[in-house]
T-cell receptor, first 114, second 115 residues
Framework: DQQVKQNSPSLSVQEGRISILNCDYT??????FLWYKKYPAEGPTFLIS?????DKNEDGRFTVFLNKSAKHLSLHIVPSQPGDSAVYFCAARGSGGSNYKLTFGKGTLLTVNP | DSGVTQTPKHLITATGQRVTLRCSPRSGDLSVYWYQQSLDQGLQFLIQYYNGEERAKGNILERFSAQQFPDLHSELNLSSLELGDSALYFCASSVDPSGIQNEQFFGPGTRLTVL
């Protein structure tokens, strides 16, 4: 049972435009959400996160939106740059007890064309 | 560079063998996590250690085991290897799992190929 879903395996955008990556989750116990970026042959790199008590978090060109009622979050990249081309993973963390593992989606490959 | 190191970078072995993957967390990080990424799969959580003790378990096979040593480095042992164990194995670390903002920082991974 996939608790974190990224339904778009790939996304292609033009340089300078907005990239929107989407993520849905099913477990209402998730209380913290993260986005990671991964280049080939490297480990995932933390990008931005959001707590379940917020609906938006912004860091430079990256903004994450959380819609708890819809169990949906999205990552906006504005403006997109060719160096943003990578696989983006959405991850969610459980709350309570000692369970701080991250549950990851399968990733979305973003390609930013010059 | 995340500050998390993993060795070896690549490992090729045969079915039935046993291997050990090593991870050194970022300086000051007490928690270590192990993840497996198979072909076309997202990262699957295997196990977490905090300051030497097992904290949480995920989809880790009984053939797999891990430990965290007093110097906080961790090892993931994979035994009786099967072809399906071929995957990327990532280690991640964080300061304290009880913090509200507690991002995990990932190492570069070990690519295991079982022939």
């Amino acid at each position: 049972d996939q608790q974190v879903k990224q339904n778009s395996p790939s996304l292609s955008v033009q340089e300078g435009r907005i990239s929107i990556l989407n993520c849905d989750y099913t477990n209402s116990m998730f209380d913290y959400f993260l986005w990671y970026k991964k280049y080939p042959a490297e480990g995932p790199t933390f990008l931005i996160s959001i707590s379940s008590i917020k609906d938006k978090n912004e860091d430079g060109r990256f903004t994450v939106f959380l819609n708890k009622s819809a169990k949906h979050l999205s990552l906006h990249i504005v403006p997109s740059q060719p160096g943003d081309s990578a696989v983006y993973f959405c991850a969610a963390r459980g709350s309570g007890g000692s369970n701080y593992k991250l549950t990851f989606g399968k990733g979305t490959l973003l390609t930013v064309n010059p | 560079d995340s500050g998390v190191t993993q060795t070896p970078k690549h490992l090729i072995t045969a079915t039935g063998q046993r291997v050990t993957l090593r991870c050194s967390p970022r300086s000051g990080d007490l928690s270590v996590y192990w993840y497996q990424q198979s072909l076309d799969q997202g990262l699957q959580f295997l196990i977490q250690y905090y300051n030497g003790e097992e904290r949480a378990k995920g989809n880790i096979l009984e053939r797999f085991s891990a430990q965290q040593f007093p110097d906080l480095h961790s090892e993931l042992n994979l035994s009786s290897l099967e072809l399906g164990d071929s995957a990327l194995y990532f280690c991640a670390s964080s300061v304290d799992p009880s913090g509200i903002q507690n991002e995990q920082f990932f190492g570069p991974g070990t690519r295991l190929t079982v022939l």
